[in-house]
């Protein structure tokens, strides 16, 4: 246990007129050794050395860190917390230059984490990295630019392990974008022309699941040799290497995909953090996960 010890200075007999009127003594406070001296002169120091504990952790406080008491509201005879729209707003404010991230299949070191990133997207821009459960990441950049930067010009790996990354939403907890859904870039190849609009591209990337975003090039149409989008893919779903897309005059067209990256898939637990292969629920089996 931490003590405070409050000392008096003595010159000729004469006590400090600080802790009382005739003492030359110490004491420690929360010590259960009884000093030399009068009852008075130990409650003077009593109360001295507590304020001075006291004074420890006012002073050690910043104005930022000061919480203060709002009074809840009483919904149906429960207690709760009321959560204006201006309070939120404000808050979402902090990470609208963030992302979520997670590995596929292995954890990384914080600290590796860290590093290796940091000689990646330094060059970019500023950037902090949070720690959420279940091994998701929010890294949160200083400007929409180097935000953007970071999501066009993915896929990032650390160590030749993956990192899945997607914008951040207001009012999904990290913890929600877990590893049964994955954000995945893909190219869609011999597309029609008539085909290149936002419209056209959602729809057929709608077929491999939710579409996010589309990158640069392909909303520039610098190169219409294929399209670069960032999908969306369920673990229970299948990775079609075709999309057919159906004209209204029953004409059936065909439009070829290719995966960057092919995560890997538990067709038994239906997510993307380990394979069938080393599954930790197979018989038999112990995995790291």
Same mark, same amino acid.
């Given at each position: 246990?931490?003590?405070?010890?409050?000392?008096?200075?003595?010159?000729?007999?004469?006590?400090?007129?600080?802790?009382?009127?005739?003492?030359?003594?110490?004491?420690?406070?929360?010590?259960?050794?009884?000093?030399?001296?009068?009852?008075?002169?130990?409650?003077?120091?009593?109360?001295?050395?507590?304020?001075?504990?006291?004074? %420890?952790?006012?002073?050690?406080?910043?104005?930022?860190?000061?919480?203060?008491?709002?009074?809840?509201?009483?919904?149906?005879?429960?207690?709760?917390?009321?959560?204006?729209?201006?309070?939120?707003?404000?808050?979402?404010?902090?990470?609208?230059?963030?992302?979520?991230?997670?590995?596929?299949?292995?954890?990384?070191?914080?600290?590796?984490?860290?590093?290796?990133?940091?000689?990646?997207?330094?060059?970019?821009?500023?950037?902090?990295?949070?720690?959420?459960?279940?091994?998701?990441?929010?890294?949160?950049?200083?400007?929409?630019?180097?935000?953007?930067?970071?999501?066009?010009?993915?896929?990032?790996?650390?160590?030749?392990?993956?990192?899945? %990354?997607?914008?951040?939403?207001?009012?999904?907890?990290?913890?929600?974008?877990?590893?049964?859904?994955?954000?995945?870039?893909?190219?869609?190849?011999?597309?029609?022309?008539?085909?290149?609009?936002?419209?056209?591209?959602?729809?057929?990337?709608?077929?491999?699941?939710?579409?996010?975003?589309?990158?640069?090039?392909?909303?520039?149409?610098?190169?219409?040799?294929?399209?670069?989008?960032?999908?969306?893919?369920?673990?229970?779903?299948?990775?079609?290497?075709?999309?057919?897309?159906?004209?209204?005059?029953?004409?059936?067209?065909?439009?070829?995909?290719?995966?960057?990256?092919?995560?890997?898939?538990?067709?038994?637990?239906?997510?993307?953090?380990?394979?069938?292969?080393?599954?930790?629920?197979?018989?038999?089996?112990?995995?790291?996960?």
């Amino acid at each position: 246990m931490s003590k405070v010890t409050v000392t008096t200075e003595h010159n000729n007999g004469e006590a400090s007129k600080a802790l009382g009127p005739s003492t030359d003594n110490s004491r420690v406070v929360g010590d259960k050794t009884s000093p030399v001296g009068g009852e008075g002169n130990n409650r003077n120091q009593r109360v001295a050395g507590e304020k001075v504990w006291t004074q %420890l952790f006012q002073n050690a406080r910043k104005d930022s860190q000061k919480l203060a008491y709002i009074a809840p509201v009483e919904c149906n005879g429960e207690l709760m917390a009321e959560m204006p729209e201006e309070i939120l707003v404000e808050g979402a404010k902090e990470w609208e230059h963030a992302l979520v991230g997670f590995f596929v299949g292995k954890k990384i070191p914080f600290r590796s984490l860290l590093a290796v990133l940091n000689k990646k997207w330094s060059s970019v821009g500023k950037f902090s990295i949070h720690t959420a459960d279940n091994g998701i990441f929010i890294f949160k950049y200083e400007s929409e630019a180097a935000r953007d930067w970071i999501l066009n010009n993915g896929p990032w790996d650390v160590w030749g392990v993956h990192l899945a %990354l997607r914008l951040w939403e207001r009012d999904l907890p990290p913890i929600s974008s877990g590893f049964a859904k994955i954000p995945v870039w893909v190219k869609l190849m011999n597309i029609p022309l008539e085909y290149w609009t936002v419209q056209g591209l959602s729809r057929l990337a709608s077929v491999l699941g939710s579409p996010l975003h589309m990158d640069p090039a392909t909303k520039g149409k610098q190169l219409i040799s294929f399209a670069r989008i960032c999908v969306e893919m369920k673990a229970d779903k299948d990775f079609p290497a075709v999309i057919k897309t159906r004209r209204s005059n029953g004409e059936v067209v065909e439009v070829k995909v290719e995966y960057s990256w092919r995560p890997p898939v538990c067709e038994r637990c239906k997510v993307f953090d380990h394979s069938t292969r080393v599954c930790p629920l197979k018989p038999g089996l112990r995995a790291e996960v």
